[in-house]
């Protein structure tokens, strides 16, 4: 079964900028017919931010970017103007097969926004 993981996140000051990974493992980001990027803030639920399909080029949805590289198996969420309320642990997570299945959720990347 393939597999999404995000990776990048850290400690960042508030309006700066960061790049987050989605790498897949066990197959292809092909094999998913839409990827999405999702951010979990502390007492809150899960939350979609944005999608990229296959055929999609990048994505802009406010603040942030959504890329892919299929050379590189790998998504793209592009985080400008950080501020302290997008601290929180990202994760990416996608649809596949017939009946757009959501694969299963990884461990996420921690970011912090703090000054």
């Known amino acids: 079964q393939v597999q999404l993981e995000a990776s990048g996140g850290g400690l960042m000051r508030p309006g700066g900028s960061l790049i987050l990974s989605c790498t897949a493992s066990g197959g292809s980001i092909n094999n998913f017919h839409v990827i999405g990027w999702y951010r979990q803030t502390p007492g809150s639920e899960r939350e979609l931010l944005a999608s990229i399909t296959r055929q999609t080029t990048p994505v802009s949805a406010g603040r942030f970017t959504l890329s892919r590289d299929s050379a590189k198996n790998t998504v793209y969420l592009q985080m400008n103007s950080l501020e302290i309320e997008d601290t929180g642990v990202y994760y990416c997570?996608?649809?596949?097969?017939?009946?757009?299945?959501?694969?299963?959720w990884g461990q996420g990347t921690r970011v912090t926004v703090s000054s």
């Open positions: 997570n996608g649809n596949y097969g017939e009946t757009w299945t959501l694969g299963s």
